[in-house]
């Protein structure tokens, strides 16, 4: 290209003057010189020596073999050379045709010198971009920072030439630089960096938020010593969030193949790389969170599906007893419960608990309340022992958790038409008649847990078939509303009085189709646990 | 909701501001536990400004009262409300305490 413009303009030149020119250049020290452009074409010149071609501005003359030359070094290029002559024919002085041409080639000169410069920053333009573009790709990618983080690196240090690379990231709690991945660097031989570290680089990079030039014989310190090899460009790695800018770790760049010094445009390569992979550890710790909050939001379903399985159907106690029961936990898993037990001929066990406070503290004393209160129902048929025995088993749990459980346990002989029961600390044990009376059977004992004693124990006649044992929990009674406003026990005792002829499945769902309607949308704060029992 | 507390001659009275619930149960616990360190014997909870007690709540007033005890002091409640008093009825709780109808009569039965 700037051959042929400088071919047209020398052979306008010689077509109006007869005077030969050319146009060499030394495109390297110690190369030889080459020819950019000559005229007349016919004849094509000998190379000049190049140690007689002037180094200054001043133009010299020259005998060639066919006469006089005139030679000038052309500027603004250091290594480029007009030649004219020999003496035209027209007898025009060569001074006169140098001071016309010299002035044209050298702004030919200029120009395609510019447009060179151009096309190099353009090429190394190009390679950044590509490199950006590369670790965008890396980055979309991979979910594990590690494998990125060691790509990232190949093509930086490949891009900047540098031999030795790291990506140091802060761990918070032992407040270090830990390397995530390194280049020319041995893994053994990359110890974490303190960040309070007077004297490294890298941790004076991370506190001050600021990149860094050092060069060789500058800030060496020990700790450093496996990361560098010479000079170094360490450039923090920053998270950019709504509330400002944090820093999150280091990249570090040195042992440089052309020896040269890292220069402004690579710090702000590297710091744009940087900026990327801060997004990346980001976008990594929140992915890594997420899935912890995936895992434990399945093992809470797993702890709730275990604790409903310990719960048993009605069909345990039929045919003696028609029982319909259910418990909503107010957590995932909560301290509610109640159990039921086919006896001795005709006798049936329905037990409710309550232990105080709800989440899986709560539910690990509920399962343990479960498994021992269905050993000690079959080894009597009498609620005062069953609950005395659970007392007993459940005493250290209890004493050391400071938790209580109020229970309540009935057992319904059908054969004798009676109802023995033993309460400590339950509120919500009624029996409704079969004409709609509604009997307390109030607490004879504190809860358990609260008092070292044995449990009182009470009976009562029992109508075969008409009566109903309804049983539940505070949970039910005090559930809210959006004004805040409680269900209340008595709204529960009607609901169930009204409906005391249906089946109890049907009973149970209509209480609960009325503490949805009554809840709304509010979650509720405690557990709900409802048993209705007809035997 | 707030406990604040007073001594008034030989007795530390505790007003209980709001609900005593899971979320604040183990500040009152904290709090009676260490002027029981300092040195208290006698406390008197008053739950005048108090509607709803939940089952930690009662857990907490009973583990106080066991502490208390062991150290040779005491614990008596004042002012609940009727939902209160059906609830601690209900539960047999009113066994474990003495429970006043007012601060003053609280005071005077120590």
Known sequence: ?535 | MSFTMTKHVTVVVVDVDGQLIVGNRQELKQKVLDELEKGERKFLIDFARTGYIDSSGLGVLVSLSKKIREQGGELRLANLNDDLKTLFELTKLDTLFQIADSRERGLESF
């Open chain 1, 1 to 535: 290209m700037r051959e042929q413009a400088l071919g047209s303009v020398l052979t306008a030149f010689y077509d109006a003057t007869r005077c030969p020119a050319t146009v060499w250049t030394q495109r390297e020290v110690g190369q030889p010189l080459t020819l950019l452009g000559a005229v007349p074409h016919a004849a094509p010149p000998a190379t000049p020596d190049l140690d007689a071609l002037p180094r200054g501005p001043e133009s010299i003359s020259l005998d060639g073999p066919a006469g006089r030359l005139m030679v000038a070094r052309v500027p603004p290029a250091k290594r480029a050379w007009l030649v004219l002559g020999p003496d035209p024919t027209t007898g025009l002085p060569l001074a006169n045709l140098f001071r016309f041409l010299a002035p044209v080639v050298s702004q030919m000169l200029q120009t395609a010198l510019e447009v060179e410069h151009a096309a190099a920053e353009l090429a190394e333009r190009y390679e950044e971009i590509n490199l950006l573009y590369t670790i965008s790709e890396i980055l979309g990618r991979t979910v594990r920072l590690e494998e990125a983080a060691a790509t990232i690196l190949k093509e930086i240090s490949e891009t900047v030439g540098a031999r030795k690379a790291s990506i140091l990231v802060h761990d918070r709690v032992t407040d270090t630089l830990q390397v995530v991945a390194a280049l020319g660097i041995r893994p053994e031989d990359a110890p974490p960096i303190a960040v309070d570290d007077p004297c490294s680089v890298s941790a004076q990079v991370f506190r001050s938020r600021h990149a860094t030039i050092v060069d060789g014989a500058e800030m060496a310190c020990d700790a450093e010593t496996p990361y560098r090899n010479g000079a170094m460009l360490s450039v923090p790695i920053m998270w950019t969030s709504p509330d400002g800018g944090e820093p999150l770790g280091v990249v570090n760049l040195s042992d440089r193949r052309s020896g040269q010094p890292f220069s402004a445009g690579d710090q702000k390569l590297v710091a744009a790389i940087a900026t990327q992979i801060g997004t990346a550890i980001q976008n990594t710790r929140l992915v890594r969170a997420s899935l912890a909050q995936q895992r434990l939001v399945q093992e809470m379903h797993l702890a709730h599906d275990l604790q409903m399985k310990l719960l048993p159907t009605g069909a345990v106690v039929a045919p003696d007893a028609e029982v319909s029961a259910r418990v909503m936990p107010a957590d995932s898993v909560g301290g509610d419960f109640y159990n039921l037990f086919r006896l001795s001929l005709n006798s049936t066990g329905a037990m409710i608990g309550d232990v105080s406070g709800h989440g899986y503290q709560a539910a690990l004393i509920m399962a343990l309340a479960m498994s021992a209160a269905a050993i000690h129902a079959q080894a009597s048929t009498d609620p005062t022992e069953t609950l005395a025995a659970l007392q007993t088993s459940l005493r250290d749990e209890l004493a050391t958790t400071e938790m209580f459980i109020s229970a309540f346990y009935g057992v319904v002989d059908r054969r004798l038409g009676e109802l023995r029961y033993a309460n400590t600390g339950h509120p919500h044990a009624f029996v409704i008649g079969g004409d709609g009376d509604i009997q307390r059977l109030p607490a004879l004992d504190p809860p358990l847990g609260m008092v070292t004693t044995a449990p009182h124990g009470s009976s009562r006649p029992w109508a075969t078939n008409r009566d109903l044992l309804l049983l539940f929990t505070d949970g039910v009674s005090d559930a809210r509303n959006r004004a805040d406003a409680r269900l209340g026990e008595q709204a529960v005792l009607d609901m169930v009085t009204t409906n005391r002829t249906r089946p109890t499945t049907e009973i149970v769902e209509r209480v609960f189709a009325m503490l949805s309607q009554h809840m709304g949308d509010v979650p509720p704060r405690d557990d709900l646990t409802l048993v209705v029992l007809r035997s």
